[in-house]
């Protein structure tokens, strides 16, 4: 099994209120790189495990566990997030599916 798909856990910076700008300021999200193996997931399978097929979910296999807090995950310039996680020995396999917004 090949980990050579570039993976990105964003996670979202807080929004805060600068006074002096008298604005709401938004802050960079932080991205962590990683390498992952990056497969669709087959209709049946989908079928079996969430009774419906959306052809955009895909399974992330990450050789070691990503223990930090995430809101999405970017692949090839889209952003997913997470429907099921497992976390076989010292892997990690997770679903995703696109974000719609």
Do not use: C
Not at 15 to 37: F, S
């Amino acid at each position: 099994m090949r980990y050579d798909t570039p993976i990105s856990f964003v996670k979202e910076a807080e929004k805060h209120y600068d006074p002096e700008a008298g604005e709401w300021i938004q802050e960079e999200p932080v991205r962590t790189k990683k390498y992952a193996n990056v497969t669709h997931m087959g209709a049946d399978r989908q079928q079996a495990v969430f009774g419906d097929v959306k052809a955009n979910r895909l399974v992330v296999r990450l050789q070691r566990v990503y223990g930090e807090a995430y809101d999405l995950i970017e692949i090839g310039g889209k952003a997913y997030h997470t429907d099921t996680e497992r976390l076989p020995s010292v892997a990690q396999s997770l679903v995703v599916m696109q974000n719609n917004g």
